[in-house]
């Protein structure tokens, strides 16, 4: 073989090789300079992130729609991978329902008519090749909007308000917006529960907080037990206790409920029948409030804060005489001379000094 025929075979060689290099080194991951760089945006609505990956083609002087992007021919909103919109909660999606997960989002443009949003259950597609309609998660019409011109295509959130937000698909002089809305309370929920999985699991006081969210809201009955159940595991408290009650009649379980309430009275500190009984008599519910510190006194015979609160809602239920005696067994106790000096004083009062 002559010298320049030799060379000639080695430069195609050598092509060959490197082409097969370069392949290699792409089917391998490692890092592609894409013409149409990967990009990701998060918008969190209430408590729910919604987040679309995307690769953004440039206009670079070209038609877009009904050229680069075929009208009539699905597209897969993007570059490269088709498109995915991941939902942290349920949604709705221009009013229609649509399950927290991830979906591959395509769309179908026109020329003179609204255009198709899909939201697929199909994620990991090469564009919108091996797209099958069956397993599509929903079809919005979505009518084009003109805008100012974006070269570099994008997704935008504007406007945001606190439970819904307009996302739309930018690029050239067109923008396509979807309105996506969330329950605020099933955000919230969906939230809470993903924070107790993620660092709540031995955390009482997260796990009785979302426990009590619950039971007010009347929302996720079954996980609160659940929340609550953890807590208790841990500890009895007087709260704990009274909140799984309160849980199970919520449930329509009332007959679980009656002996943990009673157990709950068991377990009460000075404090929780302090905090019990104030609250009945903010509500000047008096007569309600005197078991309750009689309990307290009971339990802490000790205690001229018991006593002393004691003697306040026997005087304000009517029983004089009561009160009498408890602010002196109050005062008995009493630790300082501030205390002392005042419960002297009411007793002077009392005794029509």
């Given at each position: 073989m002559s010298r320049p025929r030799l060379a000639a075979h080695?430069?195609?060689?050598?092509?060959?090789?490197?082409?097969?290099?370069?392949?290699?080194?792409?089917?391998?991951?490692l890092p592609v300079l894409r013409a149409s760089p990967y990009a990701s945006v998060t918008q969190r609505i209430a408590f729910t992130d919604v987040t679309v990956r995307f690769h953004r083609p440039g206009v670079r002087g070209r038609e877009v729609f009904g050229s680069v992007v075929p009208y009539g021919q699905l597209w897969r909103a993007g570059a490269n991978e088709n498109t995915t919109v991941t939902f942290g909660s349920?949604?709705?999606?221009?009013?229609?329902?649509?399950?927290?997960?991830?979906?591959?989002?395509?769309?179908?443009?026109?020329?003179?008519?609204?255009?198709?949003?899909?939201?697929?259950?199909?994620?990991?597609?090469?564009?919108?090749?091996?797209?099958?309609?069956?397993?599509?998660?929903?079809?919005?019409?979505?009518?084009?909007?003109?805008?100012?011109?974006?070269?570099?295509?994008?997704?935008?959130?504007?406007?945001?308000?606190?439970?819904?937000?307009?996302?739309?698909?930018?690029?050239?002089?067109?923008?396509?917006p979807v309105t996506i809305d969330v329950d605020l309370e099933a955000s919230k929920f969906g939230a809470t529960r993903?924070?107790?999985?993620?660092?709540?699991?031995?955390?009482p006081a997260l796990l009785l907080s979302a426990a009590q969210w619950a039971a007010d809201e009347g929302t996720g009955l079954e996980d609160a037990l659940g929340w609550v159940d953890r807590a208790i595991a841990q500890e009895k408290t007087f709260t704990n206790l009274g909140l799984k009650a309160r849980i199970l009649e919520g449930l329509g379980r009332a007959d679980e409920a009656a002996p943990l309430l009673k157990e709950a009275w068991l377990v009460a500190t000075e404090e929780d029948l302090g905090k019990v009984g104030g609250q009945l008599m903010s509500n000047k519910q008096y007569a309600e409030a005197v078991p309750v510190f009689e309990l307290s006194v009971r339990g802490n015979p000790e205690s001229w804060k018991a006593h002393d609160q004691l003697a306040e809602a026997y005087l304000k239920s009517g029983d004089a005489a009561k009160a009498l005696e408890t602010y002196a067994k109050a005062l008995e106790l009493a630790p300082d001379e501030a205390t002392k000096t005042r419960l002297s004083e009411t007793l002077e009062k009392l005794r029509g000094g």
């Open positions: 080695a430069a195609g060689l050598l092509s060959l090789l490197a082409l097969a290099a370069s392949s290699a080194s792409a089917q391998d991951g349920d949604v709705s999606v221009d009013g229609q329902p649509v399950p927290a997960g991830t979906y591959g989002f395509h769309v179908l443009p026109f020329r003179d008519k609204p255009w198709t949003v899909v939201f697929s259950k199909q994620t990991n597609l090469w564009g919108s090749f091996g797209y099958d309609r069956g397993q599509d998660a929903l079809r919005v019409e979505v009518t084009p909007e003109k805008t100012a011109h974006v070269e570099w295509m994008d997704f935008r959130f504007s406007p945001v308000d606190d439970d819904s937000c307009v996302m739309a698909l930018c690029w050239a002089e067109t923008s396509l993903a924070l107790i999985e993620e660092r709540g699991a031995d955390d």
